[in-house]
């Protein structure tokens, strides 16, 4: 069965958070080492599946063979099924006079294309062009003039404005929305900047809420909690790859790859993914490519 691509559409901001640390944010979110993007690991969009699983399938063979058993022992085994990392590809922004933009860069761009060949989405499709200066932005050509990008004035460059018309139809053909509304803002509001630019912005313009815990008869604040916790803002986009190249386990009789990836795909289109589930953060629409 090989490669397929699982899309994470947020509708409510995520918060995979990495606990405490020293900085401006009490609660931060999970980020790559190397490039300090947001990301969600592995293990909490596994977690977060099964549990969707348990819920809605509630096959305890069937869960097994995909995720692996809970319990430890001789009858323990890998599961079948390999989740990646849920990777950032399109970020949300405000933009002056658009409301906001989704911006990317070309990095991501290129690592997701990479990414989405190996699950036979595409062929080839050519991101070759380069912005030379932190404080361009290319932009379709539906904008006029300098554009404002949280706060900050970047220079338009209108010279790939073919370019981000092709990726954005491409990205747009995922069917990622299915209303027409958000497909024509997705087309019309597609922005890329450079790569330090992309990460200044993901490190600065995400959502950061200051949070209290009261004391419950006197309905004061219990003393040291006040605390700040770090998500990924609502529209954000991320992709993992999943992958399934055999069956595991000893119970695995009558069933292919095929039939455990259907019954994964059974789980509801709409889950919760993150932290702090009950103040109704970490709801995603799921897109399977």
């Known amino acids: 069965m090989g490669n397929h691509i699982l899309f994470f559409v947020s509708e409510?901001?995520?918060?995979?958070?990495?606990?405490?640390?020293?900085?401006?944010?009490?609660?931060?979110?999970?980020?790559e080492v190397h490039s300090r993007l947001p990301v969600i690991h592995a293990s909490g969009v596994k977690g977060s599946i099964r549990d969707a699983f348990q819920q809605?399938?509630?096959?305890?063979k069937i869960e097994n063979l995909i995720f692996g058993p809970e319990e430890t022992g001789e009858t323990a085994h890998a599961g079948s099924v390999t989740f990646t990392d849920a990777r950032l590809l399109l970020f949300p922004v405000r933009v002056l006079g658009r409301m906001f933009a989704w911006v990317t860069c070309p990095y991501v761009l290129k690592r997701f294309?990479?990414?989405?060949?190996?699950?036979?989405?595409?062929?080839?499709?050519?991101?070759?062009?380069?912005?030379?200066?932190?404080?361009?932005?290319?932009?379709?050509?539906?904008?006029?003039?300098?554009?404002?990008?949280g706060d900050i004035l970047y220079k338009t460059d209108r010279n790939a404005n073919t370019k981000i018309k092709e990726?954005?139809?491409?990205?747009?053909?995922?069917?990622?929305?299915?209303?027409s509304y958000m497909k024509q803002k997705l087309q019309k509001d597609f922005i890329i900047v450079s790569d330090d630019e992309f990460?200044?912005?993901?490190?600065?313009?995400?959502?950061?809420?200051?949070?209290?815990?009261?004391?419950?008869?006197?309905?004061?604040?219990?003393?040291?909690?006040?605390?700040?916790?770090?998500?990924?803002?609502e529209e954000s986009i991320l992709y993992s790859i999943i992958s399934i190249e055999r069956v595991r386990g000893k119970d695995a009789s009558g069933e292919t790859e095929e039939s455990l990836l259907n019954k994964l795909k059974e789980i509801p289109s709409r889950i919760q993914i993150g932290g702090n589930e009950t103040t109704g953060k970490g709801f995603v629409r799921l897109v399977w490519k």
């Open 12 to 31: 409510t901001p995520i918060h995979a958070g990495v606990g405490q640390e020293i900085g401006t944010v009490d609660l931060p979110i999970q980020r």
């Open 56 to 60: 809605k399938v509630k096959d305890k």
């Open 113 to 149: 294309f990479r990414d989405a060949k190996l699950a036979n989405l595409f062929d080839n499709v050519n991101i070759e062009f380069e912005i030379k200066d932190n404080d361009s932005a290319f932009v379709p050509e539906t904008y006029e003039g300098d554009v404002v990008i």
């Open 167 to 179: 990726i954005a139809s491409t990205i747009n053909n995922l069917c990622l929305y299915d209303d």
């Open 199 to 233: 990460t200044h912005l993901t490190e600065t313009k995400t959502e950061i809420v200051t949070r209290i815990a009261l004391k419950e008869d006197e309905k004061i604040v219990k003393e040291g909690a006040l605390w700040t916790e770090e998500s990924l803002p």
